[in-house]
């Protein structure tokens, strides 16, 4: 079994899994290094340059892990609201909705 799933099905992507959980720890990492890096990095301080890289890199691994679940969960959504605007538009034209 691998430690990180990068092909998911709709239903399965919308539950919470360890990919999550992994998302939500390392986003936390990033984004304080990123604003300690920034900061640093504008005084001119070599280990800004060098915690700002490490936080890109998470950021990175970040949305790796995390971007195939929310596209398949953006893909079934694009679907069911495709036949939701379909259904609409018979509605607003008065149009038989079996037919």
């Known amino acids: ?7 998911w099905k709709p239903g ?7 990919e999550d959980w992994i998302t939500i720890i390392i986003s936390s990492i990033a984004y304080i290094l990123l604003t300690i890096g920034i900061g640093l990095s504008l ?3 070599t280990r800004g340059f060098i915690i700002l890289g490490a936080g890109i890199l998470l ?18 959504y694009e679907a069911r ?4 605007l379909i259904e609409l538009e018979k ?5 038989d909705l079996n037919g």
Do not use: N
């Not at 399965?12 to 360890?18: S, V």
């Not at 950021?59 to 079934?76: A, E, G, R, V």
């Open 1 to 7: 079994m691998k430690l990180i799933k990068r092909h």
């Open 12 to 18: 399965e992507a919308d539950d919470w899994t360890r």
């Open 43 to 45: 005084l001119l301080q």
């Open 59 to 76: 950021t990175i691994l970040m949305h790796w892990i995390i971007d195939p679940k929310l596209k398949s969960i953006s893909t079934d």
């Open 81 to 84: 609201q495709k036949e939701y």
């Open 91 to 95: 509605t607003t034209r008065w149009e």
